[in-house]
């Protein structure tokens, strides 16, 4: 069994940067693609990034490409997300995700294991 539990959410001016972080037990997570996603209310969860197991390998939605950086440290078994020039538009419940296949996808139903989230708000 793997637990998840996202940190690091809450209430910035647009413009602003946060920092989320995803800490993994029960499982060795270098052993794991890792994925971010976040969900707007009334929206359907939508992807934001992804990370090889070994961090070589990142990938970014076009909608935070250039102002988002998915990183890991396999160390501490905690994935981060660091979010910079945040927008209104940016606000939702982030999720962490753990893909136990290593298929190195954007799509939710494909990972295995969720956090709780965290909510991420950015006012105008």
């Known amino acids: 069994q793997v637990q998840l539990v996202e940190s690091g959410g809450g209430l910035v001016q647009a413009g602003g940067s946060l920092r989320l972080s995803c800490a993994a037990s029960g499982r060795t997570v270098s052993s794991y693609a890792m994925g971010w996603f976040r969900q707007a209310p009334g929206k359907e969860r939508e992807f934001v990034a992804r990370?090889?197991?070994?961090?070589?390998?990142?990938f970014y939605a076009d909608s935070v490409k250039g102002r988002v950086t998915i990183s890991r440290d396999n160390a501490k078994n905690t994935v981060y997300l660091q979010m910079n020039s945040l927008k209104p538009e940016d606000t939702a419940v982030y999720y962490c995700?753990?893909?136990?296949?290593?298929?190195?996808?954007?799509?939710?139903?494909?990972?295995?294991?969720w956090g709780q989230g965290t909510q991420v708000t950015v006012s105008s």
């Open positions: 995700a753990l893909d136990v296949d290593n298929r190195h996808t954007e799509v939710p139903e494909e990972y295995d294991y």
């Open positions: 990370i090889s197991r070994t961090g070589i390998i990142t």
